[in-house]
Nanobody, 121 residues
């Protein structure tokens, strides 16, 4: 019914930048909020950034000032701009949509499949 697909990951040197995208597909009316999480090997999944329906954002302390979350409802796509990347940012990044309005009703807690980000030192 609803699918989230991340893209934009890859290998980058420390200090570099990547922009992750999370595209939602399906019979969607609107997607106004999105979260990004990441999970490094041997570690728990952690919240990286959040944006709510009012446009307010929240970031993990470790990425404040370096990452920027945004959402384009017209394109049904969320973004995570990552600058000044560090080796410790290496992880699989996942997008999550807490609530999506679809033609069949509200879909809660949709997750993408994840995208690998590797930062070399």
């Amino acid at each position: 019914q609803v699918q989230l697909v991340e893209s934009g990951g890859g290998l980058v040197q420390a200090g570099g930048s990547l922009r992750l995208s999370c595209a939602a597909s399906g019979r969607i009316f609107s997607i106004n909020a999105m979260d990004w999480y990441r999970q490094a090997p041997g570690k728990q999944r952690e919240m990286v950034a959040q944006i709510n329906s009012g446009g307010s954002t929240n970031y993990a302390d470790s990425v404040k000032g370096r990452f920027t979350i945004s959402i384009d409802n017209a394109k049904r796509t969320g973004y995570l701009q990552m600058n000044s990347l560090k080796p410790e940012d290496t992880a699989v990044y996942y997008c999550n949509a807490p609530l999506i309005a679809t033609q069949r009703g509200i879909v809660r807690d949709s997750w993408g499949q994840g995208v690998q980000v590797t930062v070399s030192s």
